[in-house]
Structures are given as structure tokens and as C-alpha cells.
């Protein structure tokens, strides 16, 4: 079974207008981190927020924030007031708090972000 | 502050080559690891280290693909002899730790071609 699911291959979002990638997670470990990247066009992967399965508030970076729904094992990005910068490629991932693989990453499929002007 | 510094930062080779790809991870950073992006495989885990010790290298493909860490500063991955299948972006990732909660910061990648 996939460990992390980006079910959105493409999607489109108007500039200024907020957006959200859907990411679930599948895992039996009740200590887990979920982290989200972009990489734009130019290949660097970015990362740009954090969520830990502990945490009791949804994660916030400016105009990131995570919907972390921990009972239904999702973790979506809200990218509020888009920009055309935003268009990117978002990936999903987490790492599994088992003992010395803590630092293994499992990442999602990614979601293509496009902004229109 | 320095990233994580890649290099080379793309690189064309014939298949049967030996391939050097290297990595200098961010200064105080104690986990290291690399990746590869293909499109019909997405990122892969190939190898992490932890304190230059390597702790999980499962996704390693096969023989032919090795890593080394000799110091805190430095680690290279090496292909030998490459295919053309093993063409992919690399990419070289540094955390501060090997715990669930340190943030994995990647290098620019390097673009290998293998003809």
C-alpha cells in the first residue's frame, strides 16, 4: 500500500485566489512527521512546512498552512492568495518515528500546481 | 548560509562509465542522504547516513551503485559501471538529525545522462 497519497495529478488555481493539495498518509506508527516540498521548474526541491503528529495546532508559514486531520490521515497544503510563483510541482511526505529509521522519508507522487493570471 | 552543494551539478556519460556524483552537506548537519527522481518512480530513497555511518541503503538498486561518507563534510555516490537506465536527477538531502522531526533540506540535484 502507497504510504502517501497525492491524489490531485494537476491542478489549477486563479492568481490570488487560495488553493488546496490533498495529501493522505497510511501508517500503524503513532509518531510520524508530515512535511510538504515544492519544486519549481528549475528542480530545487523547497521545504516549505512542517507538521508533527503530536502537534496540536495546524502547522502555519505564511501563506502555507496544513489541514492536518489526523483521524482521517490527511495533511493538505493551503497556499492562501496564490501567486504565479506558486507554480510548481508539491510533494507530500512523512517520516515514521521507528526507532533509527526516524530519518527515512516516504514521499508522494507530487501535485502540478499551475496559477493563472 | 551555505546549502547543501552538489556537484556536478549535470553530467553526460556512455553507458559502461564510472560515475562520481558528490555532496557537501549543510555545516553541522549530522544525517545525509541521497535520492533519485525519475518519472516513473518519483523520488527514491537510495541510502541515508547517520554521523557518517550508513543506516539504511535498501534502496540502493544493485551492486553497481555505492556511497560513501568519509567525513562529516563530505560524501560521494558512485555508479560503475553506468546504464542508461540510471539516468535520473540525483539529489543530495542534509538534516540535523535522523529523528522524525528534523527537516530534510536538498542540494540542487545533478542531472546524470547516461547515452
Known amino acids: 500500500a502507497q504510504k502517501i497519497t497525492q491524489t490531485q495529478p494537476g491542478m489549477f488555481v486563479q492568481e490570488k485566489e487560495a488553493v488546496t493539495l490533498d495529501c493522505t498518509y497510511d501508517?500503524?506508527?503513532?509518531?510520524?512527521?508530515l512535511f510538504w516540498y515544492k519544486q519549481p521548474s528549475s528542480g530545487e526541491m523547497i521545504f516549505l512546512i512542517y507538521q508533527g503528529s503530536y502537534d496540536q495546532q495546524n502547522a502555519t508559514e505564511g501563506r502555507y498552512s496544513l489541514n492536518f486531520q489526523k483521524a482521517r490521515k490527511s495533511a493538505n497544503l493551503v497556499i492562501s492568495a496564490s501567486q504565479l510563483g506558486d507554480s510548481a510541482m508539491y510533494f507530500c511526505?512523512?517520516?515514521?518515528?521507528?526507532?533509527?529509521?526516524?530519518?527515512?522519508?516516504?514521499f508522494g507522487d507530487g501535485t502540478t500546481l499551475t496559477v493563472k493570471p | 548560509d551555505a546549502g547543501v552543494i552538489q556537484s556536478p551539478r549535470h553530467e553526460v556519460t556512455e553507458m559502461g562509465q564510472e560515475v562520481t556524483l558528490r555532496c557537501k552537506p549543510i555545516s553541522g548537519h549530522n544525517s545525509l542522504f541521497w535520492y533519485r527522481q525519475t518519472m516513473m518512480r518519483g523520488l527514491e530513497l537510495l541510502i541515508y547516513?547517520?554521523?557518517?555511518?550508513?543506516?539504511?541503503d535498501s534502496g540502493m538498486p544493485e551492486d553497481r551503485f555505492s556511497a560513501k561518507m568519509p567525513n562529516a563534510s563530505f560524501s560521494t555516490l558512485k555508479i560503475q559501471p553506468s546504464e542508461p537506465r540510471d539516468s535520473a536527477v540525483y539529489f543530495c538531502?542534509?538534516?540535523?538529525?535522523?529523528?522524525?522531526?528534523?527537516?530534510?533540506?536538498f542540494g540542487p540535484g545533478t542531472r546524470l545522462t547516461v547515452l
Open positions: 511526505a512523512m517520516r515514521e518515528g521507528r526507532n533509527t529509521n526516524a530519518g527515512k522519508s516516504t
Open positions: 501508517t500503524s506508527d503513532p509518531s510520524y512527521g
Open positions: 538531502a542534509s538534516s540535523l538529525g535522523g529523528t522524525l522531526t528534523d527537516t530534510q533540506y
Open positions: 547516513f547517520n554521523n557518517n555511518v550508513p543506516i539504511d
